[in-house]
Every structure is written in structure tokens, then in C-alpha cells.
């Protein structure tokens, strides 16, 4: 009888395998459907709908340059998911520092997001503004290592917003490699998967299509990034920013009255709002440029003697670097 039961069960052997291996092939994948469940959650920037809400609005008010309300809407964020809020509060800083010249607006910004404790796709996007800071503050190596981690982070994620943060990274490393033979080149894709980003979100439309302009003004396809500039100004009536975009575009596209008429009015909009703060620098250098190229020179001559202002040589060094080599390279300074 033992020697009955040991051959039935030397029978079963291969049948007992088969089963226990068809019984453990379908608890791990049950295991691996629920971690990839999981994993495909940290693969995306999606929020629960209303706390989504709260980030499209909080784009919305720094759009209209509320930046107290969205600070507030940031906050509100914050309150219910902590690392989520904290990198939007920052963002609201970054842009704070880019229309207002504030500074201490953008250290602070970089401590912070130092500190958020964020997860996922929302870490990805923090190591994303991080790198940006410390890029704009001096640190560009470091700065250049944070934004590469982000677009690995990015790089395998479904998620359209998560794939348009990538393309941005992507898109100037394919630029960088451009010139080695064989190196496939996606450019092309990165710049639709931004436009098609920058027409559908509603939380972070202007990071996308920001770069995207710029990309065009890259290729010297300025009729494309006007057109860009001017949807963004749709979505955005007299943005200050956009608007500056805009002249950069109508000055390459040699609409000189267009581009210096816009430029005026915003060294006297920045003037008044903030005093002689960095865009209202950049609206004279751009002037000078632009005067010099009309072939008005006195004009141009009138805009270079407001260099003069200690105010200028304070902040000298926080003007875009590619204004100022275009305008030291012309000697137009």
C-alpha cells in the first residue's frame, strides 16, 4: 500500500508541478498586475478630479498674474496632498521670478523644492523645477544632472503630460546630437507631443508651450512661434511675458514697428509695476537691437544711454545670456 501510494504520487508528480506551477504563475501575476497597477499610478501626474481642478486653477490665476490667489489655491492643494502642493506653490514662485524679477522669489523656490516631499510623476516634476533653478542660478552642472534625472523619471511614463515634460529635455539632446551620422533625430515627434500638451492641459500649459515657441525660434521658424505666442496670448489676454515672446518673434520676422511698439509699452507696464526690474531691462536691450536694425539709430543711441542706471549694472548679470552675446557680438552695447 505505501508502494501504491508512493507510485500514485510519483505519478502525480509532473500533474502537482504543472498545477502548483499554473497556481503560482497566476498568483504572481495577480502580484505583478497589482504592483504594475501601482506602478502605472506613479507613472502619471493625475490628481483625483478635484484636487486636478485646483492645479488648472492655480495656472489659471498666475496667468492673471494673481500670484496671492494662487499661492492660496496651491496652499489649498498642499492641505490635502503634501508633496503635490509644495511643487505647485513653487512653480507659482518660478513664475514670479520670471515676470517680477523677484530673486528671493526663486531662491526660495529652490530651497523648497529641495525639501517637498513629493512622489511619482509629482517628484519627477520637482527634480524638473529644481534643475531649472539651479540652472538660472549658477549652477548649471548640477542643475543640468537634476533635469536629466526628472527626464529619465518621465521617459517611460503614458501620461501626456509626463511625455511632454520628457520631450522637452529629449528635444535638445537629439538637437545637441544632431550632427552625428546615424543618430536617429525625433525632434519632430517632441515638438508634436508639446503642441498637443500645450493645447490640452489645462494644469501646465504654459510649461510646454513656452519651450515649444522657442524650439521654433531655434529652427528660425518665427511665423510658427508667433502664431504659438499669439495662442498663448489668447489663452492669456496682455500677458507680459507672452507678450515680450511675441515682439522677440515680430522683431526675427523683421516687423520692426511691431516688435518696438510692444517692447515701449512694456518697459513702461514693468516700470510701473515693479520699477526697473530684469524684463524691464530686457525690454531696453531689446530696443537697442531693435532701433539699431530699423535704422534708427538715435533711438537705439537713446536706449543705450539708460545703461548707465546703477540700477542696470546691479543686475547686469541676470539678463539672458543669449541677448547680451547677440548684442556685445553686434557691439551694440
Same mark, same amino acid.
Given at each position: 500500500m505505501?508502494?501504491?501510494?508512493?507510485?500514485?504520487l510519483? *505519478?502525480?508528480?509532473p500533474?502537482?508541478?504543472?498545477?502548483?506551477?499554473?497556481m503560482?504563475?497566476?498568483?504572481?501575476?495577480i502580484?505583478?498586475?497589482?504592483?504594475?497597477?501601482?506602478?502605472?499610478?506613479?507613472?502619471?501626474?493625475?490628481l483625483?478630479?478635484s484636487?486636478?481642478?485646483?492645479?488648472?486653477?492655480?495656472?489659471?490665476?498666475?496667468?492673471?498674474?494673481?500670484?496671492?490667489?494662487?499661492?492660496?489655491?496651491?496652499?489649498?492643494?498642499?492641505?490635502?496632498?503634501?508633496g503635490?502642493?509644495?511643487?505647485?506653490?513653487?512653480?507659482?514662485r518660478?513664475?514670479?521670478?520670471?515676470?517680477?524679477g523677484?530673486?528671493?522669489?526663486?531662491?526660495t523656490?529652490?530651497?523648497?523644492?529641495?525639501?517637498?516631499?513629493?512622489?511619482?510623476?509629482?517628484?519627477a516634476?520637482?527634480k524638473?523645477?529644481?534643475?531649472?533653478?539651479?540652472?538660472?542660478?549658477?549652477?548649471?552642472?548640477?542643475?543640468a544632472?537634476?533635469t536629466r534625472?526628472?527626464? @529619465?523619471?518621465?521617459?517611460?511614463s503614458?501620461?501626456?503630460?509626463?511625455?511632454?515634460? *520628457?520631450?522637452?529635455?529629449?528635444?535638445?539632446?537629439?538637437?545637441?546630437?544632431?550632427?552625428?551620422?546615424f543618430?536617429?533625430?525625433?525632434?519632430e515627434?517632441?515638438?508634436?507631443v508639446?503642441?498637443?500638451a500645450?493645447?490640452?492641459?489645462?494644469?501646465?500649459?504654459?510649461?510646454f508651450?513656452?519651450?515649444?515657441i522657442?524650439?521654433?525660434?531655434?529652427?528660425?521658424?518665427?511665423?510658427?512661434?508667433? @502664431?504659438?505666442?499669439?495662442?498663448?496670448?489668447?489663452?492669456?489676454?496682455?500677458?507680459?511675458?507672452?507678450?515680450?515672446?511675441?515682439?522677440d518673434?515680430?522683431?526675427?520676422?523683421k516687423?520692426?514697428?511691431?516688435?518696438?511698439?510692444?517692447?515701449?509699452?512694456?518697459?513702461?507696464?514693468y516700470?510701473?509695476r515693479?520699477?526697473?526690474?530684469i524684463r524691464?531691462?530686457?525690454s531696453?536691450l531689446?530696443?537697442i537691437?531693435? *532701433?539699431?536694425?530699423?535704422?534708427?539709430?538715435?533711438?537705439?543711441?537713446?536706449?543705450?544711454?539708460?545703461?548707465?542706471?546703477?540700477?542696470?549694472?546691479?543686475?547686469?548679470?541676470?539678463?539672458?545670456?543669449?541677448?547680451?552675446?547677440?548684442?556685445?557680438?553686434?557691439?551694440?552695447?
Open positions: 505505501l508502494a501504491s501510494f508512493y507510485s500514485i510519483d *505519478y502525480q508528480k500533474l502537482v508541478f504543472v498545477s502548483l506551477t499554473i503560482l504563475c497566476r498568483f504572481l501575476l502580484s505583478l498586475m497589482l504592483s504594475g497597477f501601482a506602478f502605472a499610478e506613479n507613472l502619471t501626474l493625475a483625483p478630479d484636487l486636478s481642478q485646483l492645479v488648472s486653477k492655480a495656472t489659471a490665476q498666475t496667468m492673471a498674474l494673481k500670484y496671492g490667489d494662487a499661492m492660496a489655491t496651491a496652499k489649498t492643494l498642499r492641505s490635502h496632498n503634501e503635490a502642493g509644495c511643487v505647485l506653490e513653487n512653480i507659482v518660478i513664475s514670479i521670478y520670471d515676470d517680477l523677484d530673486t528671493a522669489a526663486l531662491f523656490a529652490g530651497k523648497q523644492l529641495e525639501k517637498c516631499k513629493s512622489e511619482g510623476m509629482w517628484d516634476l520637482r524638473f523645477e529644481l534643475g531649472y533653478v539651479q540652472s538660472e542660478t549658477g549652477h548649471s552642472v548640477s542643475g544632472l537634476k534625472s526628472a527626464a @529619465k523619471m518621465f521617459e517611460d503614458k501620461d501626456q503630460e509626463a511625455r511632454a515634460f *520628457y520631450a522637452i529635455y529629449a528635444y535638445y539632446v537629439d538637437k545637441s546630437f544632431s550632427w552625428v551620422p543618430k536617429s533625430d525625433h525632434r515627434e517632441y515638438l508634436a508639446l503642441d498637443s500645450s493645447k490640452k492641459s489645462t494644469r501646465f500649459w504654459p510649461l508651450l513656452t519651450p515649444l522657442w524650439m521654433h525660434y531655434d529652427k528660425e521658424d518665427f511665423n510658427t512661434g508667433l @502664431k504659438l505666442a499669439e495662442r498663448g496670448l489668447a489663452k492669456a489676454p496682455n500677458h507680459p511675458v507672452m507678450l515680450q515672446i511675441k515682439a518673434m515680430l522683431y526675427r520676422l516687423r520692426y514697428d511691431e516688435a518696438a511698439d510692444i517692447y515701449e509699452k512694456s518697459a513702461a507696464d516700470m510701473k515693479k520699477g526697473a526690474s524691464y531691462w530686457c531696453v531689446n530696443l537691437r531693435i *532701433y539699431h536694425d530699423a535704422g534708427k539709430k538715435d533711438k537705439a543711441a537713446e536706449q543705450r544711454a539708460k545703461l548707465d542706471d546703477p540700477k542696470y549694472r546691479a543686475i547686469e548679470s541676470w539678463m539672458p545670456g543669449s541677448l547680451m552675446d547677440d548684442l556685445k557680438k553686434r557691439k551694440l552695447l
